[in-house]
């Protein structure tokens, strides 16, 4: 069993004395793990570094064996990602959210494409939190936990809206809400794509989504709570307001 493709590397632990056991998320083949022999060397180690893009030949005996990885590099973000402490913090967010939620060998193109165009922008600091954002949000969508924000749930109207609903992910006017405003979730404008998304909205936003990754999409795979690194960046963040 073999198979070539391009990927963004996720996760890397030691194996062993030489070895190291890398997880990549793969265009064609999704969250994939394996083993990297001489993995820890010199010449390899700098290769497997969080978000970096790298070309995978992958080799098992059977399907379901976990496999050994050749990698060759194709592009490091290493150097972006050190730039600054919200590029290191969002960079980590991400690849922990991608090795938490996703399953393993499920291809997700949509969201691989929308991520690789995420870490290219790292170290833009001032366009990098609402790429984000919307990439916590198609990353909700891809996995079946989507906001639908095109109408009041309550009334259906398609103008004033300013909440979104925790239970069911639906947008709330003001008018709808009613005495349960204080009960729902805000919906900035850049979370629907419209105006120039201010930190403030972003901010906003972020305390939405994280809403649903928390309470929706972490329950449904099982008892683990999100990553800690999600909760970092968003503190790195909050604290250019």
Request: glycine share 10%.
């Amino acid at each position: 069993m073999d198979w070539r493709d391009h990927g963004i590397l996720l996760t890397s632990r030691r194996h062993g004395e030489t070895a190291a056991i890398i997880e990549v998320f793969t265009e064609g083949h999704g969250r994939h793990a394996g083993v990297v022999r001489g993995g820890t060397s010199r010449k390899i180690a700098p290769i497997l570094q969080p978000g970096a893009q790298i070309d995978v030949l992958w080799r098992a005996r059977l399907e379901e064996h976990l496999g050994t990885f050749q990698v060759e590099p194709l592009r490091s973000r290493a150097a972006a990602a050190f730039s600054g402490r919200m590029a290191l913090a969002g960079l980590n967010a991400s690849v922990a959210l991608l090795s938490f939620c996703l399953p393993e060998r499920e291809p997700h193109p949509a969201i691989y494409k929308q991520t690789e165009q995420l870490l290219d922008l790292l170290g833009q600091d001032e366009i990098w939190p609402l790429a984000y954002l919307r990439w916590e949000l198609a990353l909700l969508e891809e996995l079946g936990f989507g906001l639908d924000l095109s109408a009041c749930a309550v009334t259906g109207a398609a103008d004033g809206l300013v909440y979104v609903s925790p239970k069911t992910g639906r947008a709330v006017s003001a008018d709808g809400a009613g005495e349960w405003a204080d009960k729902l979730l805000p919906l900035p404008p850049c979370l629907r794509g419209e105006g120039q998304a201010p930190d403030a909205e972003i901010a906003a936003g972020l305390k939405t989504t994280g809403n649903f990754l928390e309470h929706h999409l972490a329950p449904s795979l099982g008892h683990n709570p999100l990553p800690d690194a999600r909760a970092r960046f968003v503190d790195q963040f909050t604290r250019r307001l």
